[in-house]
């Protein structure tokens, strides 16, 4: 336990002499001033229990050290007992405990009197002392409750985010792990037909040593349908691991969108049979564009026109500068539609908003050819209009003759 100290001033060292011999205990340490200034300098870096303090002390006497004594923080509320002589008369009292005196002792002093209220003294000390600890240990305890608060909630933070980045990346191992199923799949399909019609094709010249002309003319087309399926599914898985990679690169050059777009659509138009085609083109548009990636997204987005539309109908391309000055290229049809709640989830890598099992696709197509407009500085998106079937747009920077 800390030690308790008394002080002790008079002028006269007899006097001190005396009062600490009488006071002279192990619970507590006497310290001695000879002056008010002495005293003070002893209150500028110790507390004390108690002050016994002389009344008449040359230069100083012990009013004016009381009253500095109350003018300090550390020792505004120290008690003070004046020792006075029998000559203090009931105005010197009065001044006394207006002063702040707690007591006041005629002397010659009772021993047993000031012993006891010395004792009164240092024991409110003491239990003063261990209210201090008990405040200061409850202001710690407060503090580790609000510390081991704040860790629990640091903790809880790190595991939902722990959890919340395991379940992504099972979620992107299972759709990886579909995807690959499905592309599998995708890729057996053509492969099968090829084998089919090359194994048709040998059977019958084993059998008949001949061939007939129709038929092989039949299978060929068949295989170079099925081998250009083949190869675009392959382009598109190559496509997938660049862009994963960001090494999908550009070759921008001024590119005329008009032109373009009427090439793919003269390219297509022989090999369609229910759809066709209506362009509502101006005579040219020039944009700063890969001429083979742009060709790869607009087909790609005729071909999901022609897809998603099994009954047949037109395909409309629409071609402008609109209010923003970029170039635009529309792709309408009026197929199937995509259901409202697939809509905000078409551009996802693998995301088939309808049963593979009837329109085949990897679910990859919408996705790089998004990722392709945006290395563009453009925008792809999608419209459905009320009537039904789908359009979508493609917005590219507008390149003007003189640039
Ligand atoms: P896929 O190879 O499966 O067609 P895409 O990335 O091109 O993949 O398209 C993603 C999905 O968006 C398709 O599976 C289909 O459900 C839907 N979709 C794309 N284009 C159209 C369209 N023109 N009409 C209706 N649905 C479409």
Redesign the pocket.
Known sequence: MASVNILLVDDNQENLLALEALLESPDHKLITARSGEAALRCLLDQDFAVILLDVRMPTMDGFETATLIRGRERSRHTPIIFLTGFESNTVNLFKGYSLGAVDYLVKPVVPEVLKAKVAVFVELFRKNQDLQHQLERIRELKQDVKVHKRINEERRILLAREQAARAEAEQAVRQRDEFLSVAAH?LKTPVTSLRGFAQTILRQMNRTNSIDPERVKHALEAIDQQSNKLSLLVS?LLDISRIEAGQLRLDKQPTDVTGLVRNIADIMRPGMTLHTFRLNTPDSISTLADPLRLEQVVT??I???I???PDGGPVQIDIWLDEEDLACIA?T?C????PVE?RD????RF????A?SH???????????KQIVQLHDGILE?EFPLEG??R?IIRLPHLEEDQ
Do not use: P, T, W
């Open positions: 995708e598109q790609n987005l071909d999901n026109a897809k998603y539309s792709v049809d197929g199937i539609g995509v697939h989830h078409i551009f996802d995301y088939r908003a309808h593979a329109f085949g696709g990897m679910g990859l197509g919408l996705h790089i050819s999608a079937g789908s979508f």
